[in-house]
């Protein structure tokens, strides 16, 4: 058995009143989870399933079906939620699954041929529709489909050795302050499980210490799609619960400390908040010291099964990412931050050697403490203030298959949502091509949409030295020709709506 299944078998034994989850209307202590992870690990061991997927919001039910499926062996694949119905049936098609469990009542992924109860309430197995019925992946305990560089995300195999490593680690970081075992008692989840982080900062942790973990859905704590936030709704629900710890991305912090600027002080009770997902700027790391919210930056990836680095009480350099885990090996190769230790096991039918160094694509460098400073990445990869990774790339191509498009740039790195400038192939109203934007934007996840545009001012050519030699975009020289329509639409200035016989290179709203 791993150590995460052991230390929650351990606490079951020794502390079995113990609270181990609980929402809005039950808690359930560590004896009942135990007790279903063994019921429901036995079962899934008993339809002899290999590989299956995992469907549903956050919930206590996901987190049971999760460990379950890790106790008996069953390679586990998430469905992320944030996914379009297109990058979804991708992973389904990719992970040649013909089963999965679906938490409480939520619509289904795609077609169902048959559905099975499970030995605990409000869990089901789907058998669907199509062909699959993949064997379990040796020493792969989950495979995790990011947000994805392109319109079809990769699968990052993962072993139980990986998913422990960074489990213990960060058990070594956080907790190694004086006091910190025992004043950091119950957790918040807030991010979605099938993203690492949460999964195993924020669920993997918890339960490795005996802690407690509040698990709301989105609506209760005011986040829904991937980057929507009623800033009053979690600050509620956050004073109503109380915890000692979060996991916030960039721009649910920065909406934190605005509110707490304001005079909407966060919860007392708070005593660590990670951040992490996109990078943070150290203004807003500064910003919230001040207001004394107990903030600390950390830095990781997919293929290194999540956190490679992470600030903590004591170990602290603000504008840094903090010091490498110590199960973790960092190295800088002309700029680029290499990684080594808790490498995966290659992506979904491309196996590599998990001894190997991963290039990490982000630049970066060392300081003489130790403390790891990300500098910036050597690919197009647009990373959103939620923390989404989006390729540029493949957002242009889709704006660019509309007849009224001929040329287009997307920005919005470490912003909340995308932007595009854009070249009209013709003549064509504001309100026309809004109107094309908001037709692409129903193919796309909700992350990647368009949801402001710059009309250029001239067509990208390699003359005014916007395109090079054979026809790519010159990105820092568009970026830079449009340093003050770009800034206005992050500006959040009112009224960027205007009329149809407006100059171009004006910036017009979509929603």
Known sequence: MNKILAAIEHTARTTPQAIALKNADQQINYAQLNAW??????????????????????????????????????????????????????????AQLSSLLVCGDIAPVTAVSERSNTPVRNI????????????????????????????????????TAALENVTLALAERIYAAPGAADTIQQHLTLLPFSTLLENIAGVYLPLYLGKTIVVLPGAQLGLTGSSQLSLPQLLQTMHQYQPNSVILLPQILQGLVVAAERGFGLPSALKFIAVGGAK?????????RVLGIPVYEGYGLSECASVVSLNA?????????????????VRIQNGIIFTRGNAFNGYLNFPVGSDEWVNTGDLGELDDEGYLFITGRVKNLIISSYGRNISPEWIEAELCLSPAIAQAMLVGDAQAFCSA???????????????????????????????????????????????????????????????????????????????????????????
């Open 124 to 159: 089901y197995l789907d058998k669907l529709a199509q062909p699959g019925a993949a064997a379990r992946i040796h020493d792969v305990a989950k495979i995790t489909f990011t947000s994805g560089t392109t319109g079809a995300p990769k699968g990052v195999c993962l072993s």
């Open 280 to 288: 943070t700027p150290a203004s807003l790391i500064a910003r919230a």
């Open 313 to 329: 009480p004591g170990i602290d350099k603000p504008g840094s990412v903090g010091k490498p885990l110590g199960h973790v090996q």
């Open 421 to 511: 400038i854009l070249v009209p192939a013709a003549t064509i109203s504001p309100e026309q091509l809004r109107g094309e934007i908001v037709r692409i934007n129903k193919n796309l996840p909700d992350y990647a949409q368009v949801k402001k545009i710059i009309v250029a001012t001239a067509p990208f050519t390699s003359a005014n030295q916007m395109l090079t030699d054979n026809g790519r975009l010159r990105r820092e020289a568009i970026a830079q020709a449009y340093t003050q329509a770009i800034a206005a639409i992050y500006e959040h200035q009112p009224n960027l709506l205007p009329s149809t016989n407006d100059t171009a290179g004006a910036v017009y709203d979509i929603f």
């Open 37 to 94: 992870l063994n019921q429901l690990s036995d079962w899934l061991m008993a339809q002899q399933l290999g590989r299956v997927g995992l469907w549903g919001e956050n919930s206590i039910e996901w987190i049971v079906a999760d460990l379950a499926a890790w106790k008996a062996g069953v390679t586990l694949v998430p469905l992320p939620r944030f996914f379009s119905p297109s990058q979804l049936q991708h992973l389904l098609a990719e």
